[in-house]
């Protein structure tokens, strides 16, 4: 059993709009969780009802790769309002995905 998924949602908090709560790299995989939810291929992954984590995240970057590298923690901005944090810091702070390439196409 093994669930890949390619430009599908890790959501890794519950947020309003859902999208806030995700990151959607290229392509990432998890072990030991089936490909099916429910008869349905997986659209999404949602690490609080799974608790497994990927262990392999990969982003194809575009242009400057600047996206794809973004290290901005969550923080709270003077206005009241949660800044998103970056893309790589999610995967690798709140996600701990162990395997981060980047490519460059």
Do not use: C
Request: no cysteine; glycine share 8%.
């Amino acid at each position: 059993m093994r669930a890949t998924g390619q430009d599908s949602g890790i959501y890794w908090r519950k947020t309003d709009p859902p999208e806030r709560g995700a990151e959607a790299p290229d392509w990432f995989y998890v072990p030991n969780v089936p490909p099916l939810l429910d008869g349905e291929i997986r659209r999404s992954y949602l690490l609080w009802r799974e608790y497994m984590v990927p262990i392999i995240a990969i982003e194809l970057a575009s242009g400057d790769g600047s996206e794809e590298r973004d290290n901005t923690p969550r923080s709270r901005l003077p206005e009241g309002i949660t800044q998103k944090p970056g893309k790589f810091w999610v995967y690798e702070q709140i996600i701990r995905i162990p395997l981060l390439p980047h490519l460059h196409n």
